[in-house]
């Protein structure tokens, strides 16, 4: 659990940053394959799916320095350190659709189709991501918990800075009490479990053969669903609506990303029924 994967002279190579560029060409290798056997030019894709990957990234980065601005406000120049992770994954695809949207405008591009294809990409790019926060330490960290499943930081782990116990958030810079290092939930897992559980079903997904778009809104649905159940309520996080709280078990709700996808899954579920009437 160390951020850095290798380190030569000044040259150094992240993990975060290594596994995220992995995902992508392993996505775009998976999405290109998916739109050439549904009949679409391979060219036009590449060209729409480069400038989403780029939109993307900056959406991500965007979204997650605003809802995360004490994290930056000493340093701001900090908000263009992406290799050091911190990616809003909602960010990413607001970032994405725009871009394709952009490409429909222009171009009339399937863009249902194109959407469909990236899921697979889309979902490796959440396993990547949740294993680069686990090797970045401070990323999506979990809550303290009394649980069975409750993992405590060894020593070593440098990129975990251990949690104080007064504040009961990341130990960076001075703490008035205790800086423990667990046991917290391992929410860096339970993220790329949804990102794997959403791999294995877009497989399932894509050999359907539904109408284009059903891929895209089984992706959002159950993404929203699972990530709010799995993950979403063991992070230390704020709580923007605080419905519950158990800090013993290390459990709170609403987080932001928890209210952000109450709206996507009623649109998706009202999307999906929609081709259900339709079939």
Known sequence: MDPIFIQIGPLTIRWYGLLLTLAIFLGYSIAERIVKARGHDPEQFSRAAFWAVVAGVLGARAVYVLTSWPEFAPQPIRALFIWEGGLSFHGAILG?????????????????????????GVALGVIAGRIGNLMNGS???????TLPLGYTWPEWATGFPGIC?????????????????????????????????LLVASYFWLRAKKPPGYVFW?????????????????????????????????IGLLTATQLVSIPLIL??????????RKA
């Open 139 to 145: 990323d999506t960290v979990g809550r303290l918990t």
């Open 218 to 250: 089984q992706f959002v649905f159950w993404y929203s669903l699972l990530r709010s159940v799995i993950e979403e309520p063991f992070r230390l996080n704020p709580l923007w609506v605080k419905v519950y709280e158990n800090p013993e078990l290390g």
């Open 267 to 276: 649109l998706s579920g009202f999307m999906l029924q929609r081709y259900r």
């Open 96 to 120: 994405g659709l725009l871009a394709f949207l952009y490409f429909y405008w222009r171009e009339r591009i399937p863009i249902w189709d194109y959407l469909d294809a990236a899921v697979p």
């Open 165 to 197: 116990t007064a504040t009961g958030q990341l130990a960076f810079g001075y703490c008035p009490g205790e800086v423990v290092r667990g046991p917290v939930h391992l929410t860096q897992v339970y993220g790329a479990l949804v990102g794997l559980i």
